[in-house]
């Protein structure tokens, strides 16, 4: 982050990482990601959460900058997953006199993560609890589930900031703003996305403080246009679709599935529908696809028959969808087959086992390739997806 100035006193100490593949070891990040770590100056100084073990030396640094050799006397942890907390104990070793402030259940992970002896260094604080650094005073408010059931949040009552934990993170480095809501979309719903009741909750708390600025665990600061980024948290935690449109999202071994939803998809754009994507699920990544599907408000799945089921990135696809409590959507069915047409079945069977999902009938079924008795059917779901 070029500028380390969030206000006259409240500076940035996070670190940038450029050399990670994958986030959780299973969501890519071309672009990388940021541990975002805050430091707050005043009459005592408070250091907001550490950061991955990957960034341990350059955070140590970048916090010695920051602090201009004053003393840490507290800090706040705010989420104990390891990209955010893995460097307690170095800090603790580092700064002898600072004190932890977390929750109870904040204390408890510590336990599991590290072996310290925190007796006289322990601030346990509740919900609404407050923390006076002179003028500035941070008040406390528990998230749990967003996504740990430790999570809090913090709100600087004087600069009017929301440490926000991992909500409105996103990966990316931590002055990309332009592409903010895509990549913060594929985080959210990837990570966040189960817990959209709990969200729900946090945004509730956050609607009755005044918020000038959102300090995230990870991604850009954000100053400007707050109701923005604040819509775009309602509509995902309550599973909305952000626009009118169709997904196509195929599965296929030999490219005859493929062709088959290609067709569907020109029928679909030739029955006036402007917003119509195709998706090979072989190809794409999954975390992306996900974000995909939760983008349109109806999708159509295309797949092959497989071992009496439908193709593996198909079945993986669903499962993935389930998990993020997909729902509120329109879905419609194709399968292909070529003596035992299954992968219909297959994929009703776990579209049932999610929230206000309406499944078009029938299921088209294709045996092999496409032909022209098919396009009837074809055109058929055409219209129920119009419908």
Not at 43 to 69: I, P
Not at 215 to 229: D, M
Request: charged content about 25%; hydrophobic content about 40%; proline content about 3%.
């Amino acid at each position: 982050m070029s500028d380390i100035l969030i206000t006259e006193s409240v500076l940035y100490a996070g670190v940038f990482d450029g050399t990670l593949d994958l986030f959780e070891s299973q969501y890519p990040v071309p672009e990388g990601v940021t541990y975002n770590s805050y430091v707050i100056k005043d009459e005592k100084v408070a250091v907001m959460d550490t950061v991955d073990c990957r960034a341990t030396e350059q955070w140590l640094k970048n916090l010695e900058m920051v602090l201009e050799g004053r003393s840490v006397d507290y800090l706040v942890v705010s989420h104990m997953e390891p990209d955010h907390a893995a460097n307690i104990g170095h800090f603790m070793d580092k700064y002898p006199e600072a004190k932890v402030v977390g929750n109870a259940k904040t204390f408890g992970m510590i336990g599991q993560f590290f072996d310290l002896d925190l007796e006289g260094r322990k601030v346990v604080v509740g919900e609404g609890d407050t923390l006076s650094l002179g003028q500035h005073v941070l008040q406390f408010f528990t998230a749990p589930m967003v996504h740990w059931p430790e999570v809090m949040v913090t709100y600087d009552q004087t600069d009017k900031i929301l440490f926000s934990a991992d909500g409105f993170g996103t990966f990316g480095p931590a002055d990309n703003k332009g592409e903010w809501a895509e990549e913060a979309a594929r985080y959210y719903l990837n990570i966040v996305g189960k817990y959209g009741v709990q969200v729900q909750g946090l945004l509730k708390k956050a609607s009755g403080l005044d918020i000038q600025i959102i300090c995230p665990l990870h991604g850009p600061v954000l100053k400007e246009n707050l109701a923005y980024y604040l819509d775009k948290y309602q509509t995902w935690s309550t599973y909305g679709a952000e626009q009118k449109g169709v997904l196509v999202a195929y599965a296929s071994i030999h490219g005859n599935t493929a062709r088959a939803a290609k067709k569907l998809a020109e029928l679909i754009k030739n029955q006036g529908e402007d917003q119509v994507e195709l998706l090979d699920l072989s190809r794409e990544d999954m975390s992306a696809a996900v974000r995909k599907a939760f983008y349109y408000d109806r999708m159509v799945l295309a797949s092959a028959t497989y071992d009496g089921g439908a193709f593996p990135c198909m079945e993986e696809f669903l499962h993935h969808l389930r998990s993020k409590n997909y729902q509120k959507r329109t879905v419609g069915i194709l399968e292909n087959g070529t003596w035992a047409p299954m992968a219909g079945k297959a994929m009703k069977n776990i579209l049932e086992g999610m929230k206000e999902i309406r499944i078009l009938d029938p299921t088209v079924t294709i045996k092999s390739v496409l032909k022209e008795e098919n396009l009837t059917a074809l055109k058929a779901l055409t219209e129920a997806l119009a419908g």
